[in-house]
């Protein structure tokens, strides 16, 4: 699969048709059965024509490339994690989806109100019913919206209420407490002052830039710049445009409780404990964020142990140059991809376009 964003820091080693199409059948075998794959097996599965000798031969080159592994020696050979990469980067044909599953997604995102909670929640849990996985959405972050407008009243000598203005319709009012007087035309300069720089900029780039100003010198700035400066530090310290502490609702997380692959309970154990901090799957959702299209992170590549023996699957939706957040699936890495990620994508896309024809993000 050519769009899929690969983690893996190797270089996927150079294949010819057959090594191809024998990794391609075994790991088609393996997911569907979880068992190890013998020659014989392989003979009758491919089409090449190739002998269960041949085959045999085949599967210790690709064991020697450190695709396959045997659990041992006189069974037959199951994928590793560096075998699944190279599967879903090249060798992976995604299948479409199928209509039933798509009318289902799209009746269960018309019905959705603009709740930030109560969209995360019904998709994560469509994607964990079409999947039978563990389905998750990140709730949209308040970062994404853009400045549209701020005014500043004066309530007192020292005390100044900020109505920021965000493109999603929200108002957000916070009281500011000055280390100074500021007079009201001050405040119309300063107001205009910081709508002429942030007007159309997302929050995330109006903070970086206050920030950054705020580490330069302020002695080569104008009385203006370096009251507008302090001001806006000053509203978002209070909270005012702040991004909502990021979270992500999560779905059938109990689906994973009946898989072979996860039995082991402290394992388990361990996956939901990681369920419950969030900081590990934040991580990687966050880092999904930042690049467009499907990400596929498997087993170790997340950088996690607790999700060693898993596969993730994320999307982001939104607009490519301003995502909103993730939609993704958590599950074993003996997962049919072909049919995952396709779920990913389509209920990626149709959240960002829901989300485009209400006209703003569910950020309440």
């Keep these: 699969m050519k769009d899929s964003a690969s983690k893996s820091l190797e270089e996927?080693?150079?294949?010819?048709?057959?090594?191809?199409?024998?990794?391609?059948?075994?790991?088609?075998?393996?997911?569907?059965?979880?068992?190890p794959v013998g020659s014989r097996i392989l003979s009758r599965d491919l089409t090449l024509g190739l002998s269960p000798a041949s085959i045999r031969n085949v599967m210790a080159d690709l064991e020697d490339m450190g695709l396959i592994s045997s659990p041992h020696v006189s069974a037959g050979r199951m994928p590793t994690r560096r075998g699944y990469r190279v599967?879903?980067?090249?060798?992976l044909k995604v299948e479409t989806l199928k209509p039933p599953e798509l009318k289902?997604?799209?009746?269960?995102?018309s019905r959705v109100e603009e709740g930030a909670d109560e969209v995360a929640?019904?998709?994560?849990?469509?994607?964990?019913?079409?999947?039978?996985?563990?389905?998750?959405?990140?709730?949209?972050?308040?970062?994404?919206?853009?400045?549209?407008?701020?005014?500043?009243?004066?309530?007192?000598?020292?005390?100044?209420?900020?109505?920021?203005?965000?493109?999603?319709?929200?108002?957000?009012?916070?009281?500011?407490?000055?280390?100074?007087?500021?007079?009201?035309?001050?405040?119309?300069?300063?107001?205009?002052?910081?709508?002429?720089?942030?007007?159309?900029?997302?929050?995330?780039?109006?903070?970086?830039?206050?920030?950054?100003?705020?580490?330069?010198?302020?002695?080569?700035?104008?009385?203006?710049?370096?009251?507008a400066l302090a001001m806006g530090e000053r509203m978002f310290d209070s909270g005012a445009g702040g991004e909502s502490?990021?979270?992500?609702?999560?779905?059938?997380?109990?689906?994973?409780?009946?898989?072979a692959d996860l039995a082991d309970l402290n394992r388990l154990k361990a996956l939901f404990e990681a369920f419950e901090r969030k900081r590990e799957i934040l991580d990687v959702l966050d880092r999904a964020l930042a690049a467009p299209g499907i990400q596929v992170f498997i087993g170790e590549e997340?950088?996690?142990?607790?999700?060693?023996?898993?596969?993730?699957?994320?999307?982001?939706?939104?607009?490519?140059?301003?995502?909103?957040?993730v939609v993704g699936v958590i599950g074993p890495t003996r997962m049919a991809y072909q049919k995952v990620i396709p779920v990913v994508d389509v209920t990626a896309r149709l959240l960002g376009s829901a989300l485009q024809t209400r006209g703003t993000s569910p950020e309440r």
């Design 12 to 35: 996927a080693p150079p294949l010819d048709e057959r090594s191809r199409a024998v990794l391609h059948g075994l790991i088609e075998r393996y997911v569907r059965e979880g068992q």
């Design 87 to 91: 599967f879903v980067d090249s060798l």
């Design 104 to 109: 289902r997604l799209r009746r269960g995102l």
């Design 121 to 227: 929640g019904e998709v994560s849990r469509m994607v964990a019913k079409i999947t039978r996985m563990a389905g998750l959405v990140t709730v949209p972050r308040r970062n994404s919206a853009s400045w549209r407008h701020i005014e500043f009243i004066r309530l007192s000598d020292r005390r100044v209420l900020a109505v920021l203005v965000l493109d999603s319709r929200e108002v957000q009012n916070r009281v500011l407490e000055l280390d100074k007087d500021v007079s009201p035309d001050l405040l119309a300069a300063t107001a205009n002052y910081l709508n002429e720089q942030f007007e159309g900029r997302t929050l995330e780039a109006v903070r970086g830039d206050l920030l950054k100003g705020m580490r330069e010198d302020m002695r080569h700035m104008n009385s203006l710049a370096q009251t």
């Design 245 to 259: 502490k990021a979270d992500y609702v999560l779905a059938g997380e109990t689906n994973l409780m009946g898989l």
């Design 302 to 325: 997340s950088g996690y142990a607790v999700l060693g023996d898993l596969s993730v699957v994320v999307s982001s939706y939104g607009d490519e140059d301003r995502p909103l957040g």
